[in-house]
């Protein structure tokens, strides 16, 4: 199975999986009426941080496992993962009732909730994912979560290579990530509720601003260590805000039997904006380490004095 295609195989079907799991944010925005809507996103997000603090105590049991036994330490891990998957559905299947049934009757669940007025109420047959960018705020909300994942996807390749080419050893390259993992979820509730305070647009667009300067930091500070750690950290930041506030955004411009097609419809476009970044990035980042190794083969080349 030494083969790069069933690899890329394997990764799509993996990657087709979590797709689906990011779909439980459809059920968070379900079960809470819209001013509670960004916050319970934010809780939502935070598992994700918990997730981290337990995956290298997995892959440390794994690799220890796996070289004591005599098998491949990269391995091992990705057979622990579909049991940790398994349990997760078990507990997903017994949350009662279904969150969309909250949702469309959230008066039951918070007496004297009135919802906000629908322009098109009870129309599930006429949404189509591109009608989302006929609508100001939820095109506003694609556009502001693309940008925030496209920039993302770009600096998450592009840090460990800046790191890499400026010496610094692999666990200092995984303590500036953890700092990115921490700025995308460990904030995730305040800027939540932030989000349900202040506004969507208040939270989203300065997210967005956010991750900019952080991709910025890490661009065009010739790999200084920190520098490149902080702009991590930012753009993990701007990433959770303008995720959490665009998704909430969405959910409030969209009935709740058309709120998983819309979300879903957001994903896509954030995927699209993924698979583009990859293409347009790997050649750009090829041709600058063909050059820099050039021109340190012509220096090695060079007589000395």
Request: aromatic share 10%; net charge positive.
């Amino acid at each position: 199975f030494a083969s790069i295609w069933v690899f890329i195989i394997g990764m799509t079907i993996f990657g087709m999986g979590m797709s689906g799991v990011q779909q439980l944010r459809v059920a968070a925005t379900d079960m809470y009426p819209h001013f509670h809507r960004a916050q319970a996103l934010g809780y939502l997000a935070l598992g994700s941080l918990v997730g981290l603090i337990f995956s290298p105590i997995i892959i440390g049991g794994s690799e220890k496992f796996a070289k004591a036994n005599g098998y491949e330490p990269l391995g091992v891990p990705w057979f622990v993962l579909p049991l940790l998957i398994v349990i997760g559905m078990g507990i997903v299947f017994f949350v009662r009732p279904d969150p969309k049934e909250i949702g469309m009757n959230l008066s039951r669940y918070y007496p004297g909730y009135t919802p906000p007025p629908r322009a098109k109420p009870g129309k599930d047959e006429d949404f189509r994912a591109w009608s989302l960018m006929r609508n100001v705020p939820t095109r506003m909300a694609i556009i502001s979560n693309c940008s925030a994942q496209g920039n993302m996807s770009i600096v998450m390749v592009l840090t460990s290579l800046v790191l890499a080419h400026h010496g610094s050893s692999l666990g200092a390259i995984a303590f500036s990530h953890m700092f990115h993992s921490s700025g995308m979820f460990a904030f995730t509730i305040p800027l939540g509720k932030l989000a349900d305070r202040l506004g969507r647009e208040k939270v989203m667009y300065p997210g967005v601003a956010v991750a900019l300067v952080g991709a910025s930091l890490v661009a065009f500070t010739e790999g200084a260590y920190w520098l490149v750690t902080l702009g991590t950290f930012l753009v993990g930041l701007g990433w959770a805000a303008a995720n959490v506030a665009a998704t909430a955004m969405i959910a409030d411009h969209v009935e709740t039997g058309e709120r998983g097609r819309a979300i879903g419809g957001n994903e896509s476009f954030a995927g699209a904006i993924n698979v583009l970044m990859a293409l347009v990035t790997g050649p750009i980042l090829d041709r600058k380490s063909t050059r820099l190794n050039s021109s340190h083969t012509d220096i090695s080349r060079m007589p000395s004095s």
